[in-house]
C-alpha cells in the first residue's frame, strides 16, 4: 500500500482552508492518517470517496470532552486526527449530500470565545514578560545577542497571538451575523 506525506501544517486561522484540503485528498483516494508537530499530514492510499473533514476544539473538562466525543460518534462523525485539544473528525457523505455539521451555531460561537480569551491572555503574558525582560537590553547579565532573540521571539510570538484572537473574533461576528 502506498503512502505519502504533503506538507500543510492546521492552523485553527485556517481552519476552513485545511478541512476543503483534506477532502479534496480523499477524493483523490487519499486516506488521512494523522499528521506531525512539523507539519507534515500523512495518507495511504484508497479509493477514492467523498469525505466531510470538520477540525473542532474539545471542551476543557474531561468529563465533558468523553461526552463530546460520543456525541460526535454518535452523529456518525469518525475521529482521524488530534493535535492537542483540535480534534479532526471525517464523515463519509454520498454526492451533493448535506452534511449536519459537528457544531451547532452557539456552540461554535462559544469555541471561537474561548479560543479568543486563550490568545488574547498569552498574548498579555507575552507582552509582560516582553516589558520584563527588555530592561536585560542595557544590562550586563546576559549576552545582548541572546536577549535581542528572545525578544524578537516574543514579539513573533505577540502577533502570532494577536492574529489568532483576532481571527477568532472575526468568526463569532461572522456567525452572529448569519442568524
Known sequence: MMRIRKYQPFVFTRKDEHEAWLADMARQG???????????????QGTPAEM???WDQAPRAK???????????????????????WYCWSKQVAPGEPVQPLRDKAHAIAMYLDIQR?????????V????????SLFGTNSPRWLTIFVMLMMLTASAVHARAALCAKARVRLLGADG
Open 52 to 54: 466531510v473533514f470538520s
Open 128 to 135: 509582560a514578560v516582553f516589558l520584563i525582560n527588555s530592561r
Open 63 to 85: 468529563d465533558n470532552a468523553i461526552a463530546y466525543r460520543r456525541q460526535c460518534r454518535e452523529a456518525g462523525w469518525e475521529l482521524a486526527e488530534t493535535d492537542g485539544r
Open 118 to 126: 486563550q490568545h488574547g491572555a498569552q498574548l498579555l503574558l507575552t
Open 30 to 44: 487519499w486516506r488521512y492518517k494523522g499528521g506531525n508537530v512539523l507539519g507534515f499530514q500523512f495518507f495511504e
